[in-house]
């Protein structure tokens, strides 16, 4: 009696303690089931459960870790390229740049050039003002001496100054976008701004060549007046011409009224001259003739 007593006492024991150790664990630490079955989780449970929720999954884990190592690496990518993108960008900006021509271009005359044409224009001004002044001379005279006539021919004279103008240009443009003004134009703008500093003084310079040419020429037509001698002088002859307005191959036609009675008429392109003397008598003169004999009032 006293043993059964005793054992079951011992069950009631043990199956006490087989209760008390399950308590929620899993089965596989316990080895009894986790829901008391009243379907009612203990706060204890809900604890867990919430621990659990929040917690990853180790495969949950390892898929956050592997998204942080992308990320991360990805971050690391996208900064390296980044840097590597400043660094080409810096590169480009620091590297050289090339620059071609643009359209503008400028001529202009060395200063050397435009100094002896201006100096050039000052003798040649002085000589067409002395061609007027024989002119005028010659319309109160019978006669003209020889050399007068020669030195108004000499005088009236063309010539030509000849010169190649610098062509530069003006500026070019650049890789980078920019435009920017050529050397030789920049030495263009030195070399001009030095010319409008020094031209007051070939003005004055000028204004002397043009005075002196003057008063030179001036002597010599007084020295030829001088040695006047009817003997050799040319005949005066007022000169006029009639030029057709209309016609392609129309030609001007020259008509010399000479003090001796002489007239001679000559077509634009002709050398010899048809005259009649002042007995009404005609004949054929050369142009080069003529002049030897006659001087003209005006040319034409």
Known sequence: ?????????????????????????????????????????????????????????????????????????????????????????????????????????????????????????????????????????????????????????ELDMFVALYGAPNNITKDEVCSDGTSRPTQEYLNYLKMKEEWEKNKPALDAECQKIFEDKLKEIEQTVKECLAISDPNTDLTVCDFDAMCPEYGVDSKCTYKYTCNDGVTCRRTEGNTNMDCTDKQGEKFTNTKKDFDKKYYTKENY
């Open 1 to 153: 009696m006293n043993i059964r007593k005793h054992w079951k006492n011992l069950l009631l024991t043990t199956t006490a303690f087989f209760w008390a150790g399950c308590n929620g664990d899993s089965v596989t630490e316990s080895g009894c089931p986790c829901d008391n079955g009243s379907g009612i989780e203990s706060s204890s449970d809900n604890n867990d459960e919430s621990s659990s929720s929040n917690a990853p999954s180790s495969s949950n884990a390892v898929e956050s870790s592997s998204s942080e190592d992308l990320t991360s690496s990805s971050a690391g990518t996208s900064s390296e390229l980044s840097s590597s993108s400043s660094f080409e960008a810096s590169s480009s900006s620091t590297g050289e740049v090339t620059c071609v021509p643009g359209d503008s271009v400028i001529s202009y005359f060395a200063t050397q050039y435009s100094a002896d044409l201006a100096r050039f224009n000052a003798e040649e001004k002085a000589k067409h003002a002395s061609v007027s002044k024989i002119d005028s001379i010659s319309n109160t005279l019978q006669t003209v001496p020889q050399c007068l006539a020669n030195l108004r021919q």
